[in-house]
């Protein structure tokens, strides 16, 4: 593949060696939007084309057979597919605290302007990663067993909300940089992509309130675990989270869900290391025996 660059000595043929992801949107019905953007990269020699691809897609919610659940956390992301509820973990928090105090080391030394930007742009390229990953995992899922995505509707001064009454500064900045609204807008964008229909409720509660009573939950016997005083259930938060999320989705279209009885079930419990799942093109393709399981 060769193209046409305009220079000072004329029209100039330069041979293109096309990036994988350039066929996928050729082959998929994308168009180019403008015309491609050239960058010189001077260090490898080589020049960079970016290209915009556009494609029309239809997004609705009549044909859709199922709903999955999403609940955005600092340092996991659950989601809820049928009766199962996958738990992936992303490590935000540890990347967080380590690049911090790796900046507090390098702005004692002076001189340090090229190695502070050095360590943003790689904290930033590595959260971006990740949340990448689980959009392609959610969106992937969501066509395969053409459902609807149902995400919390997080406000725009969702962090400055959730530092209300925070006295830890340490704390404080591990929320702001846990990107909750760029997790979200990373699956839905995916999910636009891949015609899949995205759905936004109510954010407020839904990790502690009983998803079998509205009851308001207290804190269990370990950490992340909630307990109704009233029906006597006990579960984790993410858990909690996800039912309370596609519960919301459900009653505001009309198909209000049979309350679940504290006797029926549990839901089937999947936690997912990072190792476990960077690699998986969807959740239904993930290996039974390297899955680490847990009842609720």
């Not at 199962?84 to 790796?102: D, F, P």
């Not at 395969?144 to 530092?163: G, S, T």
Request: with cysteine; aromatic share 6%; net charge positive.
């Amino acid at each position: 593949t060769t193209i046409l660059i305009y220079t000072h000595r004329g029209w100039m043929p330069v041979e293109l060696a096309p990036h994988k992801l350039y066929w996928r949107y050729i082959n998929n019905g994308w168009a180019l939007r403008t015309q491609p953007k050239v960058k010189i990269d001077c260090k490898h020699k080589r020049l960079l084309m970016h290209f915009v691809f556009v494609k029309t897609t239809s997004t609705g919610e009549d044909g859709a057979k199922h709903v999955i659940s999403v609940d955005v956390n600092e340092n996991n992301v659950a989601v809820k597919v049928l009766d199962k509820v996958y738990i992936l973990e992303t490590g935000i928090k540890r990347i967080t605290i380590g690049y911090a105090r790796y900046r507090e080391v390098v702005q004692s030394v002076k001189g340090n302007g090229y190695v502070g930007r050095a360590i943003r742009g790689r904290e930033h390229r590595r959260k971006k990663d990740i949340r990448l990953k689980i959009a392609n995992i959610v969106s992937n899922t969501a066509e395969k067993l053409n459902a609807v995505v149902v995400l919390e509707n997080l406000p725009k001064q969702c962090p400055r909300n959730m530092i209300k009454g925070v006295k830890d500064p340490a704390l404080k900045h591990r929320i702001y940089q846990a990107g909750f609204r760029g997790m979200v807008r990373a699956i839905e964008e995916k999910c636009l992509e891949r015609g899949v229909f995205v759905a936004k409720v109510d954010p407020r509660n839904t990790s502690s309130t009983c998803p079998y009573c509205n009851s308001k939950l207290m804190r269990g016997r370990a950490s992340r675990r909630l307990k109704c005083l009233k029906c006597g259930v006990e579960m984790g938060r993410d858990v909690v989270g996800v039912m309370n999320i596609e519960r919301r989705y459900l009653t505001s279209k009309g198909l209000v869900p049979l309350a679940p009885m504290p006797s029926d079930p549990a839901l089937e419990v999947v936690v997912l290391p990072m190792k476990e799942w960077a690699r998986r093109k969807s959740l239904d393709t993930t290996n039974k025996h390297e899955l680490m399981r847990m009842s609720i």
